[in-house]
């Protein structure tokens, strides 16, 4: 195991804000995705496990303090020259003699911005910066928090692919806090859902969705027409304008679908929901918990 956690618990003052008791395990490759409601102690098991709060329990590792990196929400740079002094100087690196630097420049398209102070780049520009200087280290075990936070969709979409494509069949570990729930769809294999700082679930995507969503789930409007139309079929909890019905086995998947073209209805059939399953997966929780279980 590249790191445990176990029986992990932060306050702050007489709040509890993380309080984690069955131990958790990130090995060496894995890519763990990390959702929940604002408040919901993601920020602060990140810097639990990077030793920038204090907690109660342990974290059990061989990684030293430089084998991990991390990109927190907040990164702010001198203004006063331009960006590619800084990025020598923290990395104690010219920028011509790294080919490792010179690569990742390249890979992000950032050549064009080194010229720039740090307060003249755009939202996308900054966080490929800080990524960048991240990524340089070769870390082990690397956090992204919220790494798309404030940038509008097509940026957010080219940084995720950017990172979907530098990762891929790479050995690194890494632990992704992010509320848009279509980013962990790319990038992550593992889910760890918490809610007032609580582990709700944890445990590899695909097994997740199957425990609290099926096979496969369909997606439609929730309107009069589509509730009267698929009142017969099994309905997982979802956001207030849509339905989510739940496909458990290939016949009923084929039942809902004949049923939704026959009658004309728009539907989207996903597999690999993060949001229907994060949904339903703090309802079952919180079930469990009323019944005493």
Request: proline share 2%; with cysteine; aromatic share 10%.
């Amino acid at each position: 195991m590249l790191l445990t956690i176990k029986q992990l618990q932060v306050k702050y003052g007489n709040h509890t804000a993380l309080q984690i008791h069955t131990p958790i395990s990130f090995e060496e490759g894995e890519r763990i995705g990390i959702i929940g409601s604002n408040g919901a102690g993601k920020t602060t098991l990140v810097k639990a496990l990077l030793g920038m709060v204090d907690y109660e329990g342990s974290v059990v590792t061989d990684l030293a303090p430089e084998e991990m990196a991390a990109h927190m929400q907040f990164n702010e740079y001198v203004t006063t020259m331009p960006v590619k002094y800084i990025m020598e100087m923290i990395l104690d690196t010219r920028i011509k003699d790294n080919k490792r630097l010179l690569e990742l420049i390249e890979f992000f398209d950032f050549g064009p911005c080194l010229s720039k102070r740090f307060n003249a780049l755009s939202g996308g520009q900054k966080q490929r910066f800080t990524i960048i200087m991240i990524m340089l280290q070769d870390a082990a075990l690397t956090f992204y928090d919220e790494v798309t936070s404030g940038l509008d969709f097509e940026t957010r979409q080219k940084l995720m692919e950017k990172l979907v494509e530098w990762y891929r069949d790479k050995d690194d570990t890494l632990i992704m806090v992010s509320h848009y729930y279509e980013e962990l769809e790319q990038l992550a294999d593992k889910i760890l859902i918490l809610d007032e700082g609580k582990v709700i679930a944890y445990g590899k995507k695909e097994e997740l969705f199957q425990t609290y969503c099926g096979n496969a789930i369909f997606i439609l409007e929730n309107d009069e027409k589509n509730s009267r139309l698929s009142e017969d079929f099994v309905h997982l909890a979802a956001p207030n304008h849509l339905i989510a019905l739940s496909g458990r086995s290939r016949e009923e998947e084929e039942k809902i679908i004949s049923l939704l073209i026959e009658n004309d209805v728009n539907f989207k059939r996903s597999n690999c929901d993060i949001e229907i399953m994060f949904i339903n997966a703090k309802e079952s929780y919180y079930k469990r918990q009323a019944e005493g279980r």
